[in-house]
């Protein structure tokens, strides 16, 4: 018998060895695959989680404000209550002097909801308080209420889902998440500056 056919060096063969990479090739391939639809779910996920956290804030700080309030106010400074706009004003709080007010919209042409307290002093000047200002991109903002009886007011937001990221070509726009919400005034101020 010859040598070198009965004896074997226990090394693999090339096409062994090709077909060993193809198959751990396609494996990683559709490891990989895996991973960065999880690492997108996750993304988005983490995005919806944080878009509910901020609009949870928006709602109480909206909810405490106009159940404190003691009426919605037509104008007071540079802004007024409209369909855009919600201002409603405040009990005054001790070595106050002027009248207290919150405002909602967005302000100076920014996206974003913001939230500013004052107080309207009795010259007429106006001491901001805090500014406040939430950190959702939005498309819109709707207030709603009824003027014969304004003591339930509405907020709706419009959230934009993709925020200030670019939309890449050939993708549609996604429509917003709206978040509503509704509180009723606890007292309603006498006739007289309100509406």
Known sequence: MNEKQGRRNGGFTLLELLAYIACLGTFLASVTVIYVTAARFNATGINAME??????????????????????AASAGRYATGGHELLVELPPQALEDGRRFVAYGMFDGQKRLGRHEFVVKTDDAIEYLRLTTFPLVLEGVRVSYDAANPRRV????????????????????????????????RAHAPEGGSL
Do not use: N
């Open 154 to 185: 509405g907020l709706e937001i419009d959230v934009d889902r993709v925020g200030s990221r670019p939309i890449p070509e050939g993708f549609k726009r996604k429509p917003p998440d709206t978040y509503g919400m509704t509180a009723t005034l």
């Open 51 to 72: 878009r509910m956290r901020v609009a949870g804030q928006i709602r109480r700080a909206f909810l405490r404000d106009v159940r404190e309030a003691r009426s919605i």
